[in-house]
């Protein structure tokens, strides 16, 4: 069975920080970029960052680069998504997934097609309050 268990979502004042932890099980790590999609609401999703979990490439998307920072560890098969300087419109539901597509396309690509995944997880809320 697949599983992308999230954990570590919460209430944040702006400018504060939380981080984000995503197990994976029932699939071939490796297989996949794995990162985290948002989606706040009323508005559509948004892949936030992923990463290669062969060649540690990682993607970001415009909004989050310099704020978010994604790693791995791979005996665990868990990525984490440290969350910095956070911003009331960083309120979203978060989701791990296991993106189709590396890295490095993602960064070349546009629109929700760069955002395909195989599997996501239920989802955690993080609230960013002004």
């Known amino acids: 069975e697949v599983q992308l268990v999230e954990s570590g979502g919460g209430l944040v004042q702006a400018g504060g920080s939380l981080r984000l932890s995503c197990a994976a099980s029932?699939?071939?790590?490796?297989?996949?970029?794995i990162g985290w999609l948002r989606q706040a609401p009323g508005k559509e999703p948004e892949g936030v960052s992923c990463i290669s979990s062969s060649d540690r490439s990682t993607f970001y998307a415009d909004s989050v680069k310099g704020r978010f920072t994604i790693s791995s560890d791979n005996a665990k098969n868990t990525v984490y998504l440290q969350m910095n300087s956070l911003k009331p419109e960083d309120t979203a539901v978060y989701y791990c997934?296991?993106?189709?597509?590396?890295?490095?396309?993602?960064?070349?690509?546009?629109?929700?097609?760069?955002?395909?995944?195989?599997?996501r997880g239920q989802g955690t809320l993080v609230t960013v309050s002004t």
């Open positions: 997934a296991a993106f189709v597509f590396p890295p490095s396309v993602m960064a070349t690509m546009s629109g929700p097609g760069k955002d395909e995944y195989a599997y």
């Open positions: 029932g699939f071939t790590f490796d297989d996949y970029a």
